[in-house]
């Protein structure tokens, strides 16, 4: 008789989290995620497998669901990809390569075909088709052609900046270098998936160990590591093929569905799936998936999924996209995988919020083709409430998100003298007490935090890596392991004596110059005091999100930068809120997206005395630059609309969507600095105040004649 799976619990619901923990989860799931797109997608090398890194994602989202103020704190649900690698040159993408959401169960595909229909205003039993095809686990890859010619190829990068790969996808045989057939537009940008075949990959790793090369983990690693190779012989040796499934920029489209796309591409002479199918409810799109599950072992390359995608394009064009991905598409992930391993020791973390985290270090094990060694704890109580001590064997599973997890401990096998594990009640970075506040009610923080504060090593060496990292000031040659090295020497213990640091350096009588320390030169110096230099003017958004303000990620860096313009505005009005300003709190609060927490967080920050000292002595040297608007030749362009009552040619999120591509503030009331209302029928208290503040106010048919749409 069969052994019945064993039972085990999962991390707490979303939902019973108190906001500290959600917040503190939130901001945790960030950093590994971040980490972990850098290692898949710029260095082929995955520290997790797929379906880690879909658990870790689903759970981050689940977090925001469950907390809509975090939302609009953080930036990963809107990230793509990583930056790409200096290895190669980069390539502007003219359409930003984005990436898809995931759902991971039968039911979701209803609520995703729902979704579709709420957004556009389709009754139930208004026609839908949609597409359906697997997902290839494979390295995405744009293909430009002019006049039916190849003339470039780019790896998706971080969605807005990929790689020059041109040189090696010349030699991929199955991507031709003209298109043939009719109606080919004069620029086609062809988008799909460079992969390799299972049995390919295993001849390459034989080959490879026996010529005591890399040996790649999986089929996927492979052709990415194929792809970006330096010398295109060695790329032209390995077994690349490719699937054309979507387009970037063209000059014209040969059909107006996604369905007609793909077999115009295939026309071309573009290789293209057999097996995508049209589907017109979400039954047939169920069936096919677990078609394409069942046939799964047997194809000759591996899928990860199927994707669905509304075949309509008119319709994909209405529905646009929200954060990193379309609402008009979605993958729906096979499940997780799982392995069992040992759990070999329990490391504490401690975070640049100084939040104690435990990660654990586990036996080394192969989940779905991916080699895991370390899995998130989550925090004590989730350690206490599975009882995982050191010594443990565990089952780990990847599903969706970056980090595995720990679901379950094997307690038949633990060892004889095991014992309880003992959460530290000191940082482990500093020796400073570590505690859980309590909040109004009684109940305390999931997560333990340092009280060190600013003495802390951990705290303000990752508020440093914060500060000069890629998406904030992106300081080349001021990586991680060089804001060690300067905070370990006493070089650099704040953001403003980064950009005193060349001054320092050169002073007379210094003995502790940079150029004499290893791994350092003339020309490395100088290098670097040049990266420094030409970081003294940045963007207002970047500046704002380098100072690291709790829950303000690059997104609403971006609104508060488009909203008060100049860094100065931004920080009297908060400042101003903070001393009791209430018309300055509100014009914060009503900032489309930043929510009561995230307004709260600003005010506080600019409110304390320790930070505004820290502000004067940056500004003395950084001069944040406004930002410009997203389209500025757009009537509505750095205006601020206010939509109220019932739209009837739109709906409220297309209007917002389309107002915020003209370059427009969207705002959720009505104050004197509003510049235009757009009102249909069943207009309230929005167009009282409208008229109070003699404020302009358009119908729907209006704005449209005003934008030009």
Request: glycine share 8%.
């Amino acid at each position: 008789m069969k052994k019945p799976a064993p039972k085990f619990t999962t991390q707490p619901e979303p939902e019973s989290l108190t906001p500290e923990a959600a917040r503190e989860e939130h901001e945790r799931l960030a950093a590994e995620i971040c980490k972990h797109d850098a290692a898949y997608y710029r260095e082929d090398a995955p520290l997790i497998s797929d379906a880690d890194y879909d658990t870790l994602r689903r759970r981050y989202e689940a977090i925001e669901a469950a907390f809509p103020e975090l939302a609009n704190t953080q930036t990963i649900s809107k990230r793509v990809g990583a930056a790409p690698s200096e290895k190669f040159a980069k390539v502007q993408h003219a359409v930003p390569m984005l990436s898809l959401g995931n759902i991971f169960d039968i039911g979701e595909v209803e609520e995703f075909v729902a979704r579709v229909r709420r957004f556009l205003g389709l009754a139930a039993d208004k026609p839908l088709a949609f597409t359906a095809e697997p997902k290839i686990d494979g390295l995405s890859c744009a293909l430009r052609y002019e006049a039916g010619a190849f003339v470039r190829a780019a790896t998706r990068g971080d969605g807005f900046e990929g790689e020059d790969v041109t040189v090696n996808v010349r030699t991929i045989n199955e991507i031709p270098h003209r298109l043939h057939g009719k109606h080919i537009p004069d620029v086609l940008e062809v988008r799909g998936e460079i992969y390799m075949k299972r049995d390919e990959f295993a001849e390459l790793n034989a080959r490879q160990a026996a010529e005591g090369d890399k040996v790649f983990a999986n089929p996927r690693n492979a052709a990415a590591g194929s792809l970006r190779q330096l010398d295109p012989s060695i790329t032209a040796k390995r077994p690349l093929h490719f699937f054309a499934y979507t387009w970037g920029e063209a000059s014209a489209l040969p059909a107006e569905t996604q369905k007609g796309m793909i077999e115009a591409f295939k026309s071309f002479g573009l290789p293209v799936n057999p097996l995508t199918v049209l589907c017109h409810t979400a039954e047939d799109l169920a069936a096919h998936y677990r078609s394409i599950e069942e046939q799964r072992a047997s194809l000759p390359y591996d899928i990860d999924g199927v994707v669905y995608k509304v075949n309509d394009l008119a319709l994909q064009a209405r529905l646009g996209f929200v954060s990193r991905s379309p609402r008009w598409a979605v993958a729906h992930k096979f499940p997780a995988e799982q392995a069992t391993t040992i759990l070999r020791d329990i490391e504490i973390q401690v975070g640049r919020t100084g939040a104690l985290t435990p990660v654990a270090k586990l036996e080394p094990v192969t989940v779905g083709g991916v080699v895991v060694s370390n899995a998130t704890l989550h925090n004590e109580d989730e350690i206490a409430r599975k009882d995982i001590r050191i010594g443990d064997t565990v089952i780990v599973q990847r599903a969706g998100d970056v980090i595995p997890q720990i679901v379950a401990v094997i307690e038949e096998k633990r060892p004889a003298h095991s014992r309880k594990y003992e959460f530290p009640q000191v940082c482990p970075a500093c020796g400073s007490a570590a505690v859980r506040e309590v909040d109004e009610k009684g109940e305390a923080d999931a997560v333990r935090r340092c009280t060190g504060g600013l003495i802390c090593p951990a705290q303000a060496v990752e508020r440093l890596k914060h500060f000069a990292s890629r998406n904030a000031m992106d300081i080349e040659g001021l990586g991680d392991k060089q804001i060690e090295f300067f905070y370990e020497k006493g070089l650099v213990r704040s953001p403003a004596e980064i950009f005193t640091l060349q001054q320092r350096d050169e002073a007379p009588g210094n003995l502790q110059r940079i150029r004499n320390f290893e791994g350092y030169g003339e020309t490395s110096v100088r290098n670097l005091f040049a990266a420094i230099d030409a970081r003294r003017e940045i963007p207002l958004n970047r500046f704002i999100f380098a100072l690291g303000i709790r829950h303000v990620g690059e997104t609403n860096a971006r609104r508060l930068a488009r909203h008060f313009g100049t860094f100065d505005a931004l920080r009297n009005a908060a400042r101003a809120a903070a001393k009791g300003d209430e018309e300055a709190r509100a014009d914060i609060d009503h900032i489309e997206g930043i929510g009561d927490v995230v307004a709260e967080a600003v005010i506080e920050f600019f409110g304390e005395a320790h930070n505004e000292e820290a502000l004067d002595a940056l500004v003395q040297h950084v001069t944040p630059q406004a930002m410009e608007a997203v389209k500025q030749d757009s009537p509505v362009a750095g205006k601020t609309v206010v939509f109220t009552g019932a739209l009837e040619r739109m709906t409220r999120e297309e209007a917002k969507a389309m107002a915020e591509r003209l370059g427009a503030k969207v705002s959720g009331s009505v104050s004197k600095k509003t510049d235009l209302v757009v009102a249909g029928p069943g207009a309230g208290s929005k167009l009282a105040n409208a008229e109070k503040f003699g404020v302009e106010v358009i119908s729907e048919d209006e704005w449209f004649v005003r934008v030009g749409a």
